[in-house]
Structure formats: structure tokens, C-alpha cells
């Protein structure tokens, strides 16, 4: 079952943040986070276990809310190296890694 | 630390043609995935490796679909008979041990006409 992602594009300025949020109808063991520029492979950015964490990477962090299975993904005074198109994978139950990506949110960010 | 290796990069066929692409994960990582993405859309799991064993298939179309991991290192996945709608980028990844972070490759692009 693929997760369902919001919004699915957003352009922004530089400095400006934004959210993105990745939802399942299933129990959820874990959430990935991945961001692919044009052309190019994805990339990780985090993992986040149940247990509501919260990690970060740079001005980037994200928040997993087990009981809702959401997670969200903010992006903290943007920087142009933001702009692609960013991913949730998700992993239902302890399912053995098996991990679905939803449809994806393109991130723009301009000067 | 080297990634992971695919190939070929581009591949344009004709429908009802057979194609292989070929992978070669990270050393040592036991979790090897095959992902389908079509252009604009997420990349959607084909099929889960763990050494080499499949772990899950059940997105595989397997009337044209298959895939092989020998000896828990390489994969090959293989179309036959091709059809149009199989055009999109193929993705390869690894993971050291299944869940944790996943390594891609750059993909091939296939295109079937």
C-alpha cells in the first residue's frame, strides 16, 4: 500500500519553509525520507522509527506520529540545494525492510 | 566506498523485444532491491532480495517479469515480451541489513517502442 503524499509541488523563495506530510492506512514501522534532483538517483535523508523521533539533517527534520501514521517533513529556511523531488518510503509492520514510496512532492525553491 | 553499479544506463527496444539490466550492490550489503519509476511517479518495489533469497515478488509482473540474485551478490532482472507501458527508469538499491537507509543506483532508462 503506497503512502499518500501533500502537497504534491510547492515553490518556494529562499529562506522560507515548508511542510510536506506522508500518510499510511496501515501501521507503520518506520518512515524513510529521500530527495531526487533531476535526472539522478534518490537520495537518503532520514530514517524514522516508531516511537515518534524526531531527526534532522542540516536545516531539514522530520517527526513521525505512530498513532496518526504520518509523518512530516520540514524544510527550514530553504536553501536552492533544497529544490527536487522529495520522497517518503514507508515500511508497514516490521515487514522486512519492504519499503513503498508515495507519488512524491516537488520542492522548488528560487532566489 | 564504491556504489551501486548498473547497467546499461539507456536501452531503447521494441515492444515483444526481451531486456536485462544488471546490478551490483555496495560490498557487503545483503538487502537488494528492484524499483520501477515511471516518469513523475514514485518509485514502486518489484522485488526484495535478502542475500539470495526473494523476500517479496508481489508487485513482479511475473508473466513477463524476472529476477535473479546468484550467489547474494549480483541481480539481473529481465523483460520478455516488452511492452510499451514497461518504459521507465529501473532502479536498483541496496541496504546493509533490511530497513536501514537504502543506497541507489543511477538506473536505466528504458524506453520500448
Known amino acids: 500500500q503506497q503512502p499518500v503524499q501533500s502537497p504534491q509541488a510547492v515553490i518556494l523563495r529562499e529562506g522560507e519553509d515548508a511542510v510536506i506530510n506522508c500518510s499510511s492506512s496501515?501501521?507503520?514501522?518506520?518512515v524513510h525520507w529521500y530527495r531526487q534532483k533531476h535526472g539522478e538517483a534518490p537520495v537518503f535523508l532520514m530514517i524514522?522509527?516508531?516511537?515518534?523521533e524526531q531527526k534532522g539533517h542540516d536545516k531539514i527534520s522530520a517527526s513521525f506520529n505512530e498513532k496518526k501514521q504520518q509523518s512530516s517533513l520540514y524544510l527550514t529556511a530553504s536553501q536552492l540545494s533544497y529544490s527536487g523531488t522529495y520522497f517518503c518510503?514507508?515500511?508497514?509492520?516490521?515487514?522486512?525492510?519492504?519499503?513503498?514510496f508515495g507519488a512524491g512532492t516537488q520542492v522548488v525553491v528560487t532566489p | 566506498e564504491a556504489g551501486v553499479a548498473q547497467s546499461p544506463r539507456y536501452k531503447i527496444i521494441e515492444k515483444r523485444q526481451s531486456v536485462a539490466f544488471w546490478c551490483n550492490p555496495i560490498s557487503g550489503h545483503a538487502t537488494l532491491y528492484w524499483y520501477q519509476q515511471i516518469l513523475g511517479q514514485g518509485p514502486k518495489l518489484l522485488i526484495q532480495?535478502?542475500?539470495?533469497?526473494?523476500?517479496?515478488d508481489s508487485q513482479l509482473p511475473k508473466d513477463r517479469f524476472s529476477a535473479e540474485r546468484l550467489k547474494g551478490v549480483d541481480s539481473t532482472l529481465k523483460i520478455q515480451p516488452a511492452k510499451l507501458e514497461d518504459s521507465a527508469v529501473y532502479l536498483c538499491?541496496?541496504?546493509?541489513?533490511?530497513?536501514?537507509?537504502?543506497?541507489f543506483g543511477s538506473g536505466t532508462q528504458l524506453s520500448v517502442l
Open positions: 532480495f535478502q542475500n539470495n533469497g526473494v523476500v517479496d
Open positions: 524514522l522509527l516508531k516511537g515518534g
Open positions: 496501515k501501521a507503520l514501522y518506520s
Open positions: 518510503g514507508t515500511e508497514v509492520g516490521s515487514g522486512w525492510g519492504k519499503l513503498q
Open positions: 538499491a541496496s541496504s546493509l541489513v533490511a530497513g536501514e537507509k537504502l543506497f
